[in-house]
């Protein structure tokens, strides 16, 4: 009973022999007729043995299997040479050795119905199969409904579902070449899909590489912990360079809305302290943290990072271009002196800076560029400056052309090389800062010690 012998000859497949209580026709791998095509219902159409006859039954009446050219709408009995109809595929039906041989065959461009119905033999209208050569047998009427009949296909179709597998859709890789073609199926060399979207997978990466940044944050941004100064709850200078202690606050200076130098800015500028640039450093796009570096050390001094970044960056070695143009050695390559080929340097001071020094000397209308600049220097100098250890002066210890200057007839110009480093040194390195003034308006912009 119920014995089925399946023929393929759309794949290569060698004949098998099933004997199930109920043969399930549809596109689910579990189907014992499987028939792999997008028209193809998951299990679309049922056959089963009753008595001496086997009966086909739609399982999907939206999608009713074709027998004979016509649609079945519950079920109909099968008879040897019955041709029924499932998307692209025709199964032809016969009998052999007490089983039904199911013949299935993939018709390329095959529309339903497209057979031959001419021979009234294969249609449902008569109830008598065509002459196989083994005599006429009366073809069954079709079986009345009943719930036991109901609930045996149920039962099959959740049976088989359950051993479904999500359809796979991706192949693992092409069609095989050559020989190998002919035992390969494409429906057994697919990967099924990925669990979850791409876009989840890449949250779910990011938010992993963030929480790790995060824990590693320290040393992931900074090359060393921020200067002692910075992580101070109450402000130490008196009077204040600063409006608010930093408190070791990363958002006061790293913010989305505004610039850090901005912020630099706004906190140091109060009544002690004015946090101005000069024009030439503005035009050049220097700003606060090239002078005055973070992330040093907690022992580190912003006042000494500026020192250094002077001579840093003021240096032939230096490629780098501000606002196209290019800084070098200044001085010609001496110490602090701003005569070079025995002319005055143009750029020792600049007039904002002059104006702010309210020295009493200004310029005369005879005064050529050299001559001028003769003047600012020895009026910053002469009868103004204390004198550091080792130095002559006047008799109220204070700078003199002799301090200098060994003769004046011709000028003496080698000696005043050598004693600008009396003044203008800290801790063994040019205090440029000493001379040329950043901060222009801010109360303590030049060194009152030295005056």
Not at 41 to 68: C, E, M, T
Not at 402 to 416: A, L, Q, V
Not at 418 to 442: E, F, R, W, Y
Request: proline letters at 7%; one cysteine or more; a positive charge.
């Amino acid at each position: 009973m119920n014995r089925y012998h399946i023929i393929r000859d759309d794949l290569p497949l060698d004949p098998v022999t099933i004997i199930s209580e109920g043969l399930l026709i549809g596109r689910l791998p579990q189907c014992e007729v499987l028939l792999n095509h997008p028209s193809v219902s998951r299990v679309q159409a049922g056959i089963k043995q009753f008595g001496n006859d086997y009966y086909l039954f739609a399982l999907r009446p939206k999608n009713p299997v074709i027998l004979n050219g016509k649609p079945v709408e519950e079920n109909e009995a099968l008879a040897a040479g019955d041709i029924i109809e499932v998307g692209p595929f025709q199964l032809q039906i016969d009998t052999v050795d007490e089983a039904l041989a199911i013949r299935v065959e993939l018709r390329i461009g095959m529309k339903p119905s497209e057979i031959d119905v001419s021979d009234p033999g294969l249609t449902t209208d008569s109830l008598d199969a065509p002459d196989t050569g083994k005599g006429k047998k009366p073809r069954a009427v079709p079986m009345a409904g009943t719930k036991a009949l109901d609930v045996f296909w149920d039962k099959r179709m959740r049976d088989v579902a359950k051993m479904a597998r999500p359809s796979p859709l991706f192949p693992k890789g092409g069609r095989r070449a050559g020989k190998a073609q002919y035992n390969w199926i494409p429906t057994t060399d697919l990967m099924s899909r990925w669990p979850v979207a791409v876009f989840t997978w890449a949250l779910l990466v990011v938010g992993v590489v963030s929480v790790a940044a995060a824990y590693r944050y320290t040393r992931a941004f900074s090359p060393a912990p921020i200067a002692k100064a910075h992580t101070l709850t109450q402000l130490s200078i008196v009077p204040a360079i600063a409006t608010t202690p930093n408190s070791g606050s990363c958002t006061n200076c790293h913010s989305l809305r505004g610039h850090m130098e901005q912020r630099c800015a706004a906190c140091h500028t109060t009544e002690a302290f004015k946090s101005t640039m000069i024009k030439p450093h503005e035009a050049a796009g220097i700003g606060c943290v090239d002078c005055h570096a973070e992330h040093r050390g907690a022992e580190f001094s912003a006042t000494k990072g500026a020192l250094d970044s002077c001579t840093q960056c003021h240096n032939d070695s230096n490629q780098k271009l501000y606002n196209g143009r290019k800084v070098g050695t200044p001085h010609g390559g001496t110490f602090g002196y701003p005569i070079v080929n025995d002319v005055w340097s143009p750029k020792s001071i600049n007039d904002e800076e002059w104006d702010l020094r309210q020295l009493g000397t200004s310029r005369q209308p005879t005064d050529t560029d050299d001559k001028w600049r003769s003047n600012q220097f020895h009026a910053l100098h002469d009868q103004r400056v204390k004198i550091a250890p080792g130095m002559k002066g006047n008799s109220e210890g204070k700078l003199s052309c002799s301090s200098c200057h060994n003769s004046f007839d011709p000028p003496d110009r080698i000696t005043p090389r050598t004693t600008c480093a009396n003044c203008h040194m800290t801790d063994g390195k040019p205090n440029c800062t000493s001379c040329h003034v950043q901060h222009l308006i801010d109360p303590k912009r030049w060194n009152t010690s030295m005056l």
